[in-house]
Each structure stands twice: as structure tokens, then as C-alpha cells.
């Protein structure tokens, strides 16, 4: 069965320094996401991307967010200068064509920001 | 942002007998919701979904039943077997905002054999 992959599955870093998440989502789908959560909180949502562009991103994506399509099957987020805060699961989800409220997820990497 | 509760943080159930998940929402906006499964170390697993226009939706032994009027969803698992014990999140989406979920804080299901 078609699943989404994300790797690492665990990331420390010093706060300060940049961290790319990667991604690579169900091969027909067309709409892709970022989510995170915070130990012991809900999930929440970063970004939506179609068609090479965000649809729609959340206060949490701010100026040291960004994301990309590098080629046709990877996703990655960017974080710029991560801080402390930053330390959370991310979880990228993608949807088809069909049914694009249904999102799939991946296991997700953790962030450790030291 | 409180848009998606989830009132009940657990819920312990026999095997075989019936387990009941509830979710209430604010948003009228909403015209999807969905039901996850999380397993720890795991991503949020699809389990059944829900159209703003319908207040029923079966798939196997789960049901979901949707009261637009009281803003509330409910998940039905039955019979209820130990390999269903995780968290299972309810979660909301509305159509023009580019898909996003908005979800509940989980309820975490313990099945004993």
C-alpha cells in the first residue's frame, strides 16, 4: 500500500541552525501538507501546498518557514534558524485528486532544538 | 483555538462490546470530518470520513454519525477488538482553506481482552 516516507525520523539540532525535513508523499497525489505537534498538545497545521505554491499557511508558518517541491517526489520544509520552541513531531500528509480531504501521514520526524 | 474538542481524554472498553468516541466543533464552516488512529511513533492513520451533507458513514465495524444541529460527531467501533487501542483524533476540515485539518486533542482507547 502506498505510504508517505519522511527522514529522518529524528533530528537534534543547535537552536540557531538550519534543519531541512524531508518528505516524499503518495505518487498520485497532488496536494501536500505540514503538520506539527508539540509534546502533549494537538496537532497542528503549518501549510498546505498545490500546484507548486502554498494554498494556505497558518500563523505558526512564519518568515523562518518554507517549503519546496525540488523535484516530482520529494517535500521538504525548511526551517531557518530554529529555536528552542521548534522542538515538536512534524508530520508531512498528502491527498489525491479524489479525495483531497483526506490526507495521509507520514511516521513523521522528530525535532530536537538543544 | 478550541474549534475541535474532544471532551473524554480516555476511554477503557471490554473486547467485543462497543466503544463510543465523541467530538464536538464551533466552526459551521466545516463540511468534512475525519476520524485518525495514532499508534505511538506513528504517523495519524485515516480511518472514516464524513461529509457536512450526510449523518452517517459505515465502513466495516466503524460508524460515524454526524449531528450538524448539536455540532457533535461520534465514532462507533464495534466490536471493539484489543488491536484498536491507540489515540484517535477527530478532525475538521473546511473546503475553501486549502484542506486544512483542524484537530481535537484525542482520546486515548484502551481495549482489554
Known amino acids: 500500500e502506498p505510504e508517505v516516507t519522511q527522514t529522518p525520523s529524528h533530528q537534534v539540532t543547535q537552536m540557531g541552525q538550519e534543519v531541512i525535513l524531508r518528505c516524499v508523499p503518495i505518487?498520485?497525489?497532488?496536494?501536500f501538507y505540514w503538520y506539527r505537534q508539540i509534546l502533549g498538545q494537538k496537532v497542528e497545521f503549518l501549510v498546505s501546498?498545490?500546484?507548486?505554491?502554498?494554498?494556505?499557511k497558518s500563523e505558526i508558518f512564519d518568515d523562518q518557514f518554507s517549503v519546496e517541491r525540488p523535484d516530482g517526489s520529494n517535500f521538504t520544509l525548511k526551517i531557518r534558524s530554529t529555536k528552542l520552541e521548534d522542538s515538536a513531531m512534524y508530520f508531512c500528509?498528502?491527498?489525491?485528486?479524489?479525495?483531497?480531504?483526506?490526507?495521509?501521514f507520514g511516521a513523521g520526524t522528530r525535532l530536537s532544538v538543544l | 483555538d478550541q474549534q475541535v474538542k474532544q471532551n473524554s481524554p480516555s476511554l477503557s472498553v471490554q473486547e467485543g462490546r462497543i466503544s463510543i468516541l465523541n467530538c464536538d466543533y464551533t466552526?459551521?464552516?466545516?463540511?468534512?470530518f475525519l476520524w485518525y488512529k495514532k499508534y505511538p511513533a506513528e504517523g495519524p492513520t485515516f480511518l472514516i470520513s464524513?461529509?457536512?451533507?450526510?449523518d452517517k458513514n459505515e465502513d466495516g465495524r466503524f460508524t460515524v454519525f454526524l449531528n450538524k444541529s448539536a455540532k457533535h460527531l461520534s465514532l462507533h467501533i464495534v466490536p471493539s477488538q484489543p488491536g484498536d487501542s491507540a489515540v484517535y483524533f477527530c478532525?475538521?476540515?473546511?473546503?475553501?482553506?486549502?484542506?486544512?485539518?483542524?484537530f481535537g486533542g484525542g482520546t486515548r482507547l484502551m481495549v482489554k481482552p
Open positions: 500528509a498528502s491527498s489525491g485528486p479524489t479525495g483531497p480531504h483526506i490526507q495521509y
Open positions: 505518487s498520485n497525489h497532488l496536494y
Open positions: 501546498f498545490y500546484n507548486n505554491e502554498i494554498s494556505e
Open positions: 466552526n459551521s464552516m466545516f463540511d468534512y
Open positions: 464524513i461529509s457536512s451533507i450526510k
Open positions: 478532525a475538521a476540515s473546511e473546503g475553501n482553506a486549502g484542506n486544512m485539518l483542524t
